[in-house]
């Protein structure tokens, strides 16, 4: 039994081990690469060939700024490039980046980065051909603009 027990051991590699041996403060140094990750990964697939891949890095984008505040730090360069997707060729495009754009907005009113993205890509989108798009946008210019001053 005990040199049944060793071979199990044997079979445990060290990689298994490492999450219950690794530091905590290690740990939160492989999370912060593995965002930093993250963020190359979703700004290639932003800049992607195929609408789906697009649509789905933009809505990924958009969770991961409302759930993780480490995203916070890339607000700016990232609004940028989802600002430039308003102008896409696919409408579905065109308007998960109207949601994620207004997402970035809502969580940080006062970067300025934000903001411009924001005028940029959303306010022209009221002349959009589809008219789904300009009452999403309306009701976006409502909620960031009207919407706060009222309040």
Avoid: Y
């Amino acid at each position: 039994q005990q040199q049944q027990q060793e071979e199990e051991e044997e079979l445990v590699t060290p990689r298994t081990r490492l999450p219950l041996q690794t530091p905590l403060s290690e740990a939160t140094s492989q999370s912060i690469e593995c965002i930093v990750d993250i963020n190359e990964i979703l700004k290639r697939r932003i800049l992607d060939d195929r609408p789906a891949v697009r649509k789905a890095a933009l809505q990924a984008l958009e969770t991961l700024v409302k759930t993780h505040p480490q995203f916070q730090k890339s607000f700016g360069e990232h609004s940028v490039l989802v600002s430039g997707r308003c102008m896409d060729i696919a409408m579905s495009i065109r308007k998960q980046a109207l949601v994620t754009l207004a997402e970035f907005v809502v969580q940080s009113p006062q970067d300025p980065v934000v903001v411009g993205s924001w005028v940029r890509g959303v306010l022209p989108m009221v002349m959009d051909s589809e008219s789904s798009i300009v009452d999403k946008c309306l009701d976006n210019i409502f909620e960031v603009i009207i919407d706060p001053l009222c309040n």
